[in-house]
């Protein structure tokens, strides 16, 4: 079932004397019970299609329904079924852990005993008991950004709404994040993050869609998405022999079989096979040259990474689109503060 439904959104800024649009006709269904992604550079639109979601900003236009509910009619409904985590958190870095959950507790209408029940509740799930009574200024940066989950759960929300769970946290904290957030699926949350660490999108989606410049350029599963895009890759290193055209030998061989897309010849004993499915083709391959009399050394099986995704539709890796948005006022102009 359809939890989100956003058809055909556009958002554009003044930015510097000029329009900037942020978001481009962006269409999208995200389903009950998923951990859906949106991957992207900064200034991609991500930041701001979530603030949207999250009714802090206005669309140009566009229709959005959450849970049924048309967004611009009734935004107060809205913002009651949905948990906001920012960027920067929303802490008060002067209260205590259990303080500053209460607080938010009685703003979503929670009293009494009630309140601080919840807050025990939401404590425990995100293993914070042990800090209720420190002073939020002490957190580390990690058991800040579990705090600012708990404050997105207090008033158990269907949705959750995560912008860029894990930027600046490291590793270790990283990984405790993720399997929070695992956890949160699992006991039936809807989850719609931002990110653009690949490898944040590759193990906590079930399905994302790519945004580059406003517009979404893929959608599916991680594991879809890499195999329609880029297939497997196998390389191939033969053993040397008497024979001064044994690679030749081998790609010529294998490239009558159906089940490789491409041979590259990588040097004079190394090739690189394009297969669809290389779980399945690595015995072939090797079945094929043992009866060819052409002996292997090595077989490596390298899988796809969303970044050969975002190449395959976006004409260039992830990483230099980040650089392309890095100058001065990328961020401003696509993830607006609300300053």
Known sequence: MSLISVSDLWKSYRWQGRNVEALRGLSLSISEGECFGLLGPNGAGKTTLLRILATMLPPDRGEIRIAGVELRRQPEHIRRTLGYVGQQGGTDIQATVFQDLLLQAHLYGLRGQAARRRVSEVLEQLELSSLASRPVSSLSGGQRRRLD?????????????????????????????????????????????????????????????????????ADGSPARLKQESAGETLILTLAPSGSANVRQQAGELLGTCSFVR????????????SVEHGESALPAVLHLLEEAGLTVSSLVLERPSLDDVFFRYAGRSLKKAQAETAGPGARSAFAWKGR
């Not at 894990?166 to 695992?182: A, I, M, Y």
């Open 262 to 273: 491409a041979v590259h010849e990588e040097d004079s004993e190394q090739l690189r096979l």
């Open 149 to 217: 989950l708990a404050l997105g759960l207090v008033h158990r929300p269907p949705l959750l709404l995560l912008d860029e769970p894990s930027l600046g946290l490291d590793p270790v904290s990283r990984r405790q994040l993720w399997e929070c957030l695992r956890d949160l699926r699992a006991q039936g949350t809807t989850i719609v993050l931002t990110t653009h660490y690949l490898e944040e999108a590759d193990q906590l989606c079930t399905r994302l869609a790519i945004i580059d410049k406003g517009s979404i350029i």
